[in-house]
């Protein structure tokens, strides 16, 4: 099982992201998958998931209606498409499987002016 994160980098506060996260060692279609987020001297957080095949999603109160998870099966591809960004979602973010208990190493977003 491998998960690789990229897209994260540095951006002023309200403004965009989009994070990916490629898959592979497994059949991506059979299972939900997650993102976390881990603030320098905080502990890792959910920040959203997302079930097998994208029909269900739930996130962290603190980025509802800001966040988007998505997912394309086809591509083994998971996605996390944030917006408005607050100095505060600065944070390495990582993918994750929960069944097994897979992590990626991470990419790191930091929101600042």
């Known amino acids: 099982v491998q998960l690789v994160e990229s897209g994260g980098g540095l951006v002023q506060p309200g403004g965009s992201l989009r994070l990916s996260c490629a898959a592979s060692?497994?059949?991506?279609?059979?299972?939900?998958m997650s993102w976390y987020r881990q603030a320098p001297g905080k502990e890792r957080e959910l920040v959203a998931a997302?079930?097998?095949?994208?029909?269900?999603?739930n996130y962290a109160d603190s980025v509802k209606d800001r966040f988007t998870i998505s997912r394309v099966n086809t591509k083994n591809m998971v996605y996390l498409q944030m917006n408005r960004l607050k100095p505060e979602d600065t944070a390495v973010y990582y993918c994750?499987?929960?069944?097994?208990?897979?992590w990626g190493k991470g990419t790191l977003v930091t929101v600042s002016s």
């Open positions: 994750y499987r929960p069944l097994g208990n897979y």
């Open positions: 060692g497994f059949t991506f279609s059979n299972y939900g």
């Open positions: 997302i079930s097998s095949a994208g029909g269900s999603t």
